[in-house]
């Protein structure tokens, strides 16, 4: 099905030049183009789209605000915002309603590739099979005052590192679990981190959301108590343990901290069916042991999805960032999406991947054993030749 694609900005010349920038796509996208927010609008009104991508800097309805609108209105469609380098205070306010930021002046293929996986993921998150799991949840738990306080407060801009500390100092349980993930091995720190302050000056405020969200997920989704509590201590200990991998992978700096954090939610989805589907999630592991096969290839069985876009619907919902979604949803199936360099997916994945080694070979006596499945993977990404560089690369506290 060919994707619906609008384009917005105040700028005439602007629009014009998009138009011949992105006119080898005229034979898969229908493309429309607005001139400013409330022609968006119209145009939403008319007929859906896909995605759309708004300039940032508009007069009258500027691009969070419309994106916003958007979300509201139309929340299967995807949000794409274009800002300079000089607009980072207005940019901070596209945060909770743009799922992509790309800076101007973007090439053509940065526009297509980005607006390419962000259908893709639309699409994937959009299963009837994933929301009908999410759906049979019930309602989803309320995340803590002290996380909602937090997110509150890295929406203003003027906010300080020690207000942010303070807030995260009055729940002992998730200062506790900031201090433990600030001093684990991924960080690489040379020097012990005793307090929350020195914890929030190192991180920064995006990293220190998103740690804590990740101390929300494992504080909620408790296994049921049929299941054995060494679940959830195993699912911790190897998301800790990808996390670390995924720290010392050659990922863009910029995006370090985000294929991180990732790692560190990718297993959140099989959180939710420990919790909250048990039958399902024992059924699975039961057929994944049954017949030799991996545990989400039994999930897709059974459920007609997995823990991968379980996880990455339930952390959208609460906010995560979307690349972040984005890897957390492709962890075991990297290849359904395009990667033109090494990118947070294929960060995730092979985190994901080389922290089950260690888990079924700590001492790693038995050397690296890439299974044709992976092989074909790893391949198909252009990193085979640098995965056993990785695997001796490996080096995390037990």
């Given at each position: 099905m060919r994707k619906r694609v609008l384009f917005v900005d105040d700028e005439s010349k602007i629009l014009d030049g998009i138009r011949?920038?992105?006119?080898?796509?005229?034979?898969?996208?229908?493309?429309?183009?607005?001139?400013?927010?409330?022609?968006?609008?119209?145009?939403?009104?008319a007929g859906s789209f896909d995605v759309v991508v708004s300039d940032m800097r508009m007069p009258g309805m500027d691009g969070a605000t419309l994106l916003g609108l958007i979300r509201d209105r139309y929340p299967e469609t995807a949000r794409i915002v274009l800002s300079g380098y000089s607009e980072t205070e207005l940019s901070l306010?596209?945060?909770?309603?743009?799922?992509?930021?790309?800076?101007?002046?973007?090439?053509?293929?940065?526009?297509?590739?980005?607006?390419?996986?962000?259908?893709?993921?639309?699409?994937?998150?959009?299963?009837?099979?994933v929301r009908g799991v999410v759906g049979s949840v019930g309602q989803l738990p309320s995340l803590s005052r002290t996380y909602t306080s937090l997110e509150k407060a890295l929406t203003d801009p003027e906010v300080s590192m020690n207000e942010v500390a303070g807030i995260i100092e009055e729940d002992v349980g998730m200062s506790a679990k900031v201090l433990q993930l600030v001093n684990s091995a991924f960080f690489g720190?040379?020097?012990?981190?005793?307090?929350?302050?020195?914890a929030a000056a190192y991180l920064g405020l995006d990293t220190i959301k998103n740690l804590a969200l990740g101390s929300e997920v494992f504080r909620i989704f408790?296994?049921?108590?049929?299941?054995?509590q060494s679940v959830c201590e195993s699912i911790q200990k190897c998301a800790n343990r990808a996390a670390a991998i995924a720290s010392g992978l050659p990922v863009d700096p910029k995006l370090r901290e985000v294929a991180v954090v990732a790692a560190l939610l990718h297993d959140a989805g099989s959180l939710v069916l420990a919790s909250k589907m048990p039958d399902e999630f024992c059924a699975a592991h039961s057929i994944a042991a049954e017949r030799g096969c991996k545990v989400y290839e039994?999930?897709?069985?059974?459920?007609?999805?997995?823990?991968?876009?379980?996880?990455?619907?339930?952390?959208?919902?609460?906010?995560?960032?979307?690349q972040a979604v984005e890897a957390i949803a492709h962890h075991h199936r990297p290849t359904r999406v395009a990667h033109s360099d090494?990118?947070?997916?294929?960060?995730?994945?092979?985190?994901?991947?080389?922290?089950?080694?260690?888990?079924?070979?700590?001492?790693r006596a038995k050397g690296l054993e890439i299974e044709e499945p992976e092989r074909v993977c790893l391949e198909k990404l252009g990193i085979l030749s640098q995965f056993p560089a990785f695997y001796e690369g490996i080096c995390i506290e037990a």
């Open positions: 011949r920038m992105m006119h080898a796509e005229r034979e898969r996208w229908d493309m429309e183009f607005a001139i400013g927010g409330q022609a968006a609008l119209r145009a939403c009104e306010r596209a945060i909770p309603v743009a799922q992509r930021f790309l800076a101007k002046p973007c090439s053509a293929s940065e526009l297509q590739s980005t607006i390419e996986q962000v259908c893709a993921l639309q699409e994937l998150l959009n299963k009837p099979a720190l040379g020097r012990s981190v005793t307090s929350v302050p020195n408790v296994p049921d108590k049929r299941i054995s039994a999930e897709e069985e059974l459920l007609g999805t997995s823990h991968a876009e379980i996880g990455a619907y339930l952390l959208g919902l609460w906010g995560l960032r979307h090494f990118d947070c997916t294929v960060a995730v994945y092979v985190a994901s991947l080389l922290a089950g080694k260690l888990e079924a070979d700590p001492t």
